[in-house]
């Protein structure tokens, strides 16, 4: 009897919080959510990983190993998306997985879209031309890059802490596409990063906790995306992200 493959499973997940909840709202609007490894899974999630039609690598620093050992056990295929962090990248994670399974994207989606770029209007006419520093992991400095200009700055300086196996590739590929330049930092160490900071003085940090001494040490606000309470990911999280980008730097 031949088991009948359903929705899709997402692959080197770490967190639950509302970033996975929105992760799984995008793609409930194409198809189930079969399994999410590893973040709040149960023994039931585990066992029926091999049901699903399709993996999806949230995460290119852990998730591959994963979907090629599944790709060739259960023979479930996988796509690697950008995560969707921003305009660009959240229409683009949710069309990777509607032409997978050749189903339309619900006109809801663009209508969300279109109500969020309107709300981050305002903000981009006085953040167009500002200088940004972007400190993240694997998974996120390209689409964090890419939200960034799509807010109007100019991104000057980019450090990744751990790279994946996709993500120089990733990043050079959305840079190619914005027509930037950053200069791009790999592993560094403290130094190297305030020295880096210092050289091209930009306007704003997106980062972490661990960015909190190079903005006190410098002047320049810091946006911690990695440990705040509001989504960042879909277009609800765009518009967080660019509201907290006015409070932070703007002072509204």
Sequence with gaps: MRVRKRGVNLLA????????????????????TNS????????????????????????????FDAARLMKKKFSVPYIHPLLPIGFKATREFLESISEFFDKRIPSEFFREERSALKKVKSLKEKTTGRKACVVSGASRIAPLTQLLCELGFDVVLVSIDR??????EDLNRVTKELGINPRIIVEPNAEEVLMAVEEEKPDLIIGGLYETEVSKIFGIPLLDVMHGE?????????????????VILLGR
């Excluded at 997940?13 to 189930?32: A, F, H, M, Q, S």
């Excluded at 989504?231 to 006015?246: D, H, P, S």
Aim: net charge positive; hydrophobic share 40%.
């Design 13 to 32: 997940v770490y967190r639950y919080g509302w970033d996975l909840e929105e992760v799984k709202r995008l793609v409930e609007l194409i198809t189930k």
């Design 36 to 63: 999410i490894l590893t973040a709040k899974t149960s023994l039931e999630e585990i066992r029926k990983t091999s049901k699903a039609s399709l993996n999806v690598v949230m995460c290119e620093a852990s998730g």
């Design 163 to 168: 790279p994946g196996e996709t993500t120089l």
């Design 230 to 246: 509001k989504k960042t990911m879909g277009f609800e999280g765009a518009v967080n992200l660019a509201k907290n980008i006015g």
